[in-house]
């Protein structure tokens, strides 16, 4: 595991798995395919919920659950590299899922402020 020290704020740390009950509000996900970067910040990690940008999205921002990933055509409740993302995206009365092609790298960038506020 690869971390870095953005500032005092925040730590981010390359990883192969995220698991849903390991993000906290405030965290960066950010993932990259081999189409493109996205990131997403938490925003309620109960539900997974956050603002979605990047890749196919470019730099508009979308409220998002994060649903899960497949992995070989299996459903996984986190992020892997080599899986898809999988999101919900809903404005107004309409939804739409978007899937990520495959995930060739991982980032979890922490909000250490909220994690001591927890503490």
């Keep these: 595991m690869t971390t870095h020290s953005f500032n005092t704020m925040t ?3 390359g990883v192969e798995k995220i698991h849903f009950d390991s993000i906290s509000e405030n965290d960066m996900v950010l993932f990259q395919t081999m189409n493109g970067v996205y990131q997403f910040r938490v925003t309620d ?6 603002i979605l940008t990047g890749g196919g999205l470019g ?5 998002a659950v994060l649903i899960g990933s497949l992995i070989d055509d299996a459903y996984h409740s986190g992020l892997a590299v080599r899986s898809r993302a999988i999101f919900w995206m809903c404005e107004a009365s309409q939804c739409e899922s978007l ?9 979890l960038v922490r909000d250490l402020i ?3 506020r927890a503490a």
């Design 11 to 13: 730590r981010a740390m």
């Design 45 to 50: 990690p109960t539900l997974r919920s956050g």
């Design 59 to 63: 730099d508009q921002q979308r409220e």
């Design 99 to 107: 899937m990520t092609s495959e995930l060739v790298g991982l980032t």
């Design 114 to 116: 909220e994690q001591r």
